[in-house]
């Protein structure tokens, strides 16, 4: 008997066990035993099924709007014992040069985004003033060409890491004042504190650096060891820092992993010596009956007091309490996923756009809702406040528009009917600065201010490339930065 096995994707067997579709990704039933084990982020293609060959099971190219996490061509062999590849045996916490305690400081400013979309709750806000006007001031290419992070800027400097494994810090004339590199690709920008730069990297380490010199002070590996797999033509670790780090009074915080059947590592660090506070590996089988949980399938943010990030097809948010590490979500007993994502390291042509829903003084509300596969979008819309006592409805995080039947009617103030879609915002008291593309047979990049209180542009710049996910940031002289899609980084003085 098969009970969660859904539609008409074939079911496979070995000697040990039969797979087969379930209601959001793949069953594995054991047949000795005769129970199930849930591997969430993926399912098989209805024609074929998990191929079973040499060991190993294979799961064909597969996009749909089913709860899913992974896509392509997917394979997984036993996991043994998870050994190191030979020689690559480096010690978890890597000390840098020089004393690690004292550092050149910064230069003092105001204002600025040392850390993604401005705070650790990711709101894209600010509250300085946004240019009236700009003009390109300088233009930067990477040699390598390799897809930037977005920018973060502290003491008059601009860092950018890409994904070639490189962090750049830039002047104030966009001239490279220095460059480190990390052991692998870096997907989402470091996070500037205590004159330190703090980065996760696809190695599965965590690296600090000092912020005036690049000097190495120390790294971090919260992989649990250093295996490498091939993730679309590019070796990372089975466990990547791929959602970025962050920092909080005086603690880093990162998680390392992909899929929740390889497990999930969060750790939080101490900020200024790198030693471990707490680490937490069991996420991954918060439901060991069935062995599903959380997968690392977001960045890094603060919701309510707690470490957050987008968590799989089970868990649609995985939270963790900030002193101890205990994981807060519920277990789920059963082979069934509800929740869906295309987390942008993996598959930048489907997550690069973002959602905005922000909510003013006044009650009224800034909406743009971009879905996770990138192919749906509703107008960028200023809403009038909910009448008196009527609770916002929360919106699935991966999809964001609201379900069908269920969405809140609210008298529409002004939309963008421009069909623009949106890969980055700054949200100002009275303007947004916004990145992105228009048009359908030949997308054409722009970077535009909005007028908050009516919808119309103040001023439009078009891109020479495709902006990145949440590639536009603003620095303490209110000059705006944007990275590109194809290694450029753009920044916009005042005109």
Known sequence: MMPWRRACTRATGSIDSVFFRASGGTVRMDVASNTAQHIAPMRPPCQDGVIISDGHLFWGPWMCGCQLSLYGHISLAGAGDQLASPGSARPQHEPGEGDIKNVNQLKKVQGGWAVYQGNNQRTATTAQPLPAGVQPQWRFQSPSGAMPTAPVTAGGLTFIADRSGVIRAFDKDGKVKWEQYTGGAIYFPPAIAHDRVYTGSADGRVYRHEAATGRKLWSYRVAPTERWIAVFGKLISTWPVAGGVLVEDGTVYAAAGIAHYDGTHVVALDALTGKLKWHNDASGAINEKVNSGVSMQGSMFLQDGKLCFLGGGV????????????????????VRAGYRTAFYPYYPEYGNYVSLDHQLPDGRSLAFDASYEGNRFNWLTLLAPLPPGVAKLPKDRARWNQRRGFAQQRKVLWNDKQSR????????????????????????????SIDLETGKNNWVHRLPAQPIKGGASIDSLGRILVTLADGTAVCFEKK
């Open 315 to 334: 868990q649609e948010v995985a939270q963790f309490d900030l002193k101890d590490g205990k994981c807060l979500n519920e277990p789920i007993e059963n």
């Open 421 to 448: 879609r949106f890969a980055s915002f700054i949200v100002g008291k009275k303007t947004i600065i916004a990145a992105g593309d228009v048009g359908n047979d030949q997308k054409i990049p722009f970077l535009a």
